[in-house]
């Protein structure tokens, strides 16, 4: 079993960052495929980026902007989010699968996820 808690999230202005975290306990984080997700309001979950020992791999609407890494030491994966736009708001969600199979953009194939942290971006 692994546990993944989500933190970083918050108010921000267009144009500004943020820098989201997912610590992961149970587990070294190492051993899964970690990926974030965001849902807004109304909207389908939707794949934001993911890292696993193939790489690291980001949506194109996010490209550019957006980075995924991962801290071995500190078990955590973050997202650092710049020039942050007011259709990036959203709540933000770390997941985890098993890491022989990769990350993945489709939701139902992560087995964990975390409460989520809302971001706001004001225009």
């Known amino acids: 079993q692994v546990q993944l808690v989500e933190s970083g999230g918050g108010l921000v202005q267009a144009g500004g960052s943020l820098r989201l975290s997912c610590a992961v306990s149970g587990r070294t984080f190492n051993q899964y495929a970690m990926g974030w997700f965001r849902q807004a309001p109304g909207k389908e979950r939707e794949f934001v980026a993911g890292?696993?020992?193939?790489?690291?791999s980001i949506s194109d609407f996010v490209k550019g902007r957006f980075t995924i890494s991962g801290d071995n030491a500190k078990n955590t994966v973050y997202l650092q989010m710049n020039s942050l736009k007011p259709e990036d708001t959203a709540a933000y969600y770390c997941?985890?699968?098993?890491?022989?199979?990769?990350?993945?953009?489709?939701?139902?194939?992560?087995?964990?996820w975390g409460q989520g942290t809302q971001v706001t971006v004001s225009s």
């Open positions: 997941a985890a699968r098993s890491g022989i199979f990769g990350a993945s953009q489709n939701a139902a194939r992560y087995d964990f």
């Open positions: 890292i696993s020992w193939s790489g690291a």
